[in-house]
């Protein structure tokens, strides 16, 4: 703990904290030590770690890096943090995020930017981009964040770590703040696939408190991380054939695919037409649900409140306008449209079935196949300010790789691919089958 705490205060200039629970965290680890001498700790005693601001922890700030909940406090443990908890886990702070985790790059955070450690010109990617740096820097073992889109798998490819999304619904979602419910996960971010699998053990499975939640058994995942040989890996054409990807990501890429063949699998190239359709689907259901979720943020029964209200309507508008950010603004706008009567129609059923498509036939390429893989995301780590309103589009194309697992519910995770010739990270990509994660994690062990 003394280590993490003072490599936060050397790295301070990142921006990855807005928290830093020291106290605590050293009289933590004081119990812990006890225990250890008495043999009575958990199973990931003295493991340190640090939380993205969208996890409740009791007692302490939450924010969602927004304005609008400046002053609250969570009122109880996210499921999945209590259970890291019990297993004698130290949280040593929370992190910075783009605010509600709409966002790429950590600009969109209501604190300021993260810088990427590697390159600090560089985003560290996101909405999870601080949790990945944290990692990658040295100032915690692990970090837990969130995936919706690809906010743990893009900045786990950013910084150079290792990040895992599971299935939809393997982890509880209960303490997560939400952005889009239907495809929130909590995921993991870690230096090794070992440690990923032994975090993804102890939080996944059945919980009371979110009846969305898979009641399948959860497996031994660290201990199931050898694989059976040959392997039947398939890469989409559309991915590595698309427009905007870096040639150097797209070589590295194409590099593992040859050492697939080489090492005796089955590599086989498949074809995924709807794959233009994911963006637009993705951020036409997920704007809608945020827009619903983003609604109890009023200014009456969480943080902030706007100090200039008069009567009951301006109190709500002024908050909401004071108290999100623009990118947030932008979603929670689009969303109720293409929720609105004359629209839902054209959008949002639309979209629903064209998710639905996309789902059944991302599944079907499992048939025949034990894992797609892909780049984590077209380019390496971009500059900071690269994107502003006039570019969106741009910037919201870059997901392009990663929200197929999220609209299909399926796992991936991220793992260092190499550098670019400027010395940037660049991530590969593994999907696997709806709760394969077993598999997912022992070919992922393989690769690293
Ligand atoms: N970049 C995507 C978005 O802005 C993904 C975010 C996420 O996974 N939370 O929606």
Known sequence: VEYFL?????KKHLNIFLEVYQ????????AIDQKIADGTQGRLAGMVLGIKDVLCYQGHPLQAASQILNGFEAQFTATAVQRLLDEDVIIIGRQNCDEFAMGSSNENSSFGPT?????ETKVPGGSSGASAAAVAVGLCHASLGSDTGGSVRQPASFCGVVGLKPTYSRISRWGLIAYASSFDTIGILSHTVEEAALLLEVMAGQDEFDSTVSQREVPAYAQKLSLERPLKVGYIKETIESEGIDSEVKQKTLDRIEFLKQAGHEVKEVTFPLLEYVLPTYYILTTAEAS???ERYDGVKFGYRTPEATDLETMYKRTRSEGFGAEVQRRIMLGT????ASYYDAYFTKAQKVRRLIAEQTKALFKELDFLILPTAPTPPFEIGKYGEENLIEYYLADLFTVQASVSGIPAISIPNGTSETGLPIGLQIMANAFNEDKLLAFAKYLL
């Open 292 to 294: 619903t979720n983003l």
């Open 115 to 119: 810088l990427n450690p590697v390159d």
């Open 337 to 340: 449209f293409v929720l609105s």
């Open 23 to 30: 106290q605590e965290a050293l009289e933590r680890a004081e």
């Open 6 to 10: 003072r490599n936060i205060e050397q």
